[in-house]
């Protein structure tokens, strides 16, 4: 047994989240977005593929069995590789995070490790693959391990019934500050000489200095304005490390009681798996398949930013109106037929088009997933649970994109690897259709009422 601390560690409930909290939280997307946009998305796929030998690189042991790997396909193995690392430490760390009330440490340390090395990428040059591979790996865990703790404050902050709208907003901010950034860093590389900056190339790399600072810069107002929620009570055990790991053990056993938030995970994983290869193979797709010139690309992807503002509020109105599980199942509608036109796009002018339908829905997807699993997240465990939601996020990350490069290795046609999207959404559709959504807010309620004298709290 363990005593009440509630005292010793005043915090504020969901009702006493205020306004300036509310603009602090959505200010980490606006922040980190810009990775998202920039580095993972638009210019560096971009530039891998031009330091990338035309050649192509050999993988394998010198001598012995191996392949000849083009720029699409290493890309898909560095983001997959990256991603397993975040789904294997994300839940842990989350239980480590919760135990200590500290979320904000960890989202810092994420974050201005993540925008050093982002802004590292500027030393990459014409050749430097593995470095730029380093580089971005490195950035893009601290991306993606962030947003364990940064979505951890969601159910702490919002009410069921309200996640929806303040997912939304978030990624809402996310997309006007990813692409105000994006217009900018396009603006450079299409007329360096306004700038100052004497060819493309340098603009270029000075894009990737641009995202870190402003992700650095922008980060500093949630870590200022939010407020660091209480630790769970102590446990006997007063190691962390052990009590956190003992006490994750214990979750993936009571996890299986929050049966639809075990099928929701599920359903995630799999249709999660065509939107995150959308978004990391989009461009070098239009680069070395459509033969697109670095300035469609990135406007493009200015496009996608633009569209995705009122995409990802629409889809929270579409929530509020017809239900959450409603809204994203229709988004997987639009998310198929797109990976179905991928196939056939040939010209520049189709390829807008793909990317204004993706635009709509690819906000509106992620911020109803992220809202409607906190529905069933029990708020004093958010943290942790938002920890497993990351290893079903990063799992779909890399499997997806796995594929993606395997599939380009072993046929030589990117298309047919386009194609085969489309079975990660209907699957995902199949499985989304199961899940009870009021049933599992039944869950979450009984485990809120449990947890005073639960075994996740003691260790």
């Known amino acids: 047994?363990?005593?009440?601390?509630?005292?010793?560690?005043?915090?504020?409930?969901?009702?006493?989240?205020?306004?300036?909290?509310?603009?602090?939280?959505?200010?980490?997307?606006?922040?980190?977005?810009?990775?998202?946009?920039?580095?993972?998305?638009?210019?560096?796929?971009?530039?891998?593929?031009?330091?990338?030998?035309?050649?192509?690189?050999?993988?394998g042991l010198p001598g012995g069995p191996g392949w000849i790997t083009r720029?699409?396909?290493?890309?898909?193995?560095?983001?997959?590789?990256?991603?397993?690392?975040?789904?294997?430490?994300?839940?842990?760390?989350?239980?480590?995070?919760?135990?200590?009330?500290?979320?904000?440490?960890?989202l810092a340390c994420y974050a201005f490790t993540g925008a050093a090395c982002t802004s590292l990428l500027y030393l990459v040059q014409k050749g430097?693959?593995?470095?730029?591979?380093?580089?971005?790996?490195?950035?893009?865990?601290?991306?993606?391990?962030?947003?364990?703790?940064?979505?951890?404050?969601?159910?702490?902050?919002?009410?069921?019934?309200?996640?929806?709208?303040?997912?939304?907003?978030?990624?809402?901010?996310?997309?006007?500050?990813?692409?105000?950034?994006?217009?900018?860093?396009l603006l450079m590389v299409k007329n360096p000489a306004l700038f100052n900056i004497p060819d493309p190339l340098l603009a270029t790399r000075l894009c990737f200095i641009s995202v870190g600072l402003w992700w650095a810069v922008f980060t500093i107002p949630t870590l200022v304005l939010v407020k660091e929620r209480a630790p769970l009570p102590p446990a006997s055990d007063d190691n962390v490390w052990r009590c956190s790991f003992h006490r994750l053990r214990t979750t993936l056993a009571k996890i299986r009681s929050y049966s639809e938030l075990l099928r929701f995970l599920i359903a995630f994983l799999i249709y999660n798996d065509g939107i995150q290869t959308v978004i990391v193979m989009a461009t070098i797709f239009g680069k070395t398949e459509l033969q697109l010139s670095s300035s469609t690309l990135l406007t493009t992807l200015l496009l996608i930013q633009v569209i995705g503002i009122p995409g990802a509020i629409l889809f929270s109105k579409l929530a509020d109106w017809f239900g959450a599980k409603f809204a994203l199942m229709l988004s997987l509608v639009v998310w198929t037929a797109v990976a179905c036109y991928g196939f056939f796009v040939q010209t520049a002018v189709e390829f807008l088009l793909l990317a204004a339908a993706a635009g709509l829905v690819l906000g509106g997807s992620q911020s109803i997933s992220?809202?409607?699993?906190?529905?069933?997240?029990?708020?004093?465990?958010?943290?942790?649970?938002?920890?497993?939601?990351?290893?079903?996020?990063?799992?779909?990350?890399?499997?997806?994109?796995?594929?993606?490069?395997?599939?380009?290795?072993?046929?030589?046609?990117?298309?047919?690897?386009?194609?085969?999207?489309?079975?990660?959404?209907?699957?995902?559709?199949?499985?989304?259709?199961?899940?009870?959504?009021?049933?599992?807010?039944?869950?979450r309620r009984l485990g809120n009422g449990e947890e005073t004298h639960s075994p996740l709290q003691q260790s």
């Open 1 to 59: 047994m363990h005593s009440d601390t509630s005292a010793a560690h005043p915090s504020p409930t969901r009702a006493e989240t205020t306004g300036r909290e509310i603009i602090g939280w959505c200010f980490y997307d606006w922040a980190n977005s810009a990775f998202a946009t920039t580095v993972l998305a638009a210019v560096l796929p971009i530039y891998f593929a031009y330091i990338f030998p035309k050649q192509g690189l050999y993988l």
């Open 71 to 106: 720029a699409p396909s290493l890309w898909a193995y560095a983001v997959s590789l990256s991603l397993l690392l975040v789904a294997l430490s994300s839940p842990l760390l989350g239980a480590i995070a919760d135990r200590t009330g500290a979320k904000k440490r960890f």
């Open 128 to 185: 430097d693959v593995w470095l730029c591979l380093i580089l971005f790996m490195i950035a893009n865990i601290c991306f993606a391990g962030g947003n364990v703790f940064y979505n951890a404050y969601l159910p702490q902050m919002a009410e069921p019934e309200k996640m929806d709208r303040l997912s939304g907003w978030g990624f809402a901010a996310g997309y006007l500050g990813g692409g105000l950034l994006l217009a900018l860093n």
């Open 370 to 443: 992220r809202s409607l699993y906190g529905r069933f997240v029990p708020p004093a465990h958010s943290a942790e649970f938002y920890g497993f939601y990351a290893v079903s996020n990063k799992f779909s990350s890399i499997l997806g994109p796995l594929l993606f490069g395997f599939l380009t290795d072993l046929t030589g046609n990117i298309r047919i690897a386009v194609l085969s999207i489309t079975v990660f959404f209907l699957v995902g559709m199949a499985l989304l259709a199961g899940v009870d959504v009021e049933k599992g807010k039944r869950q």
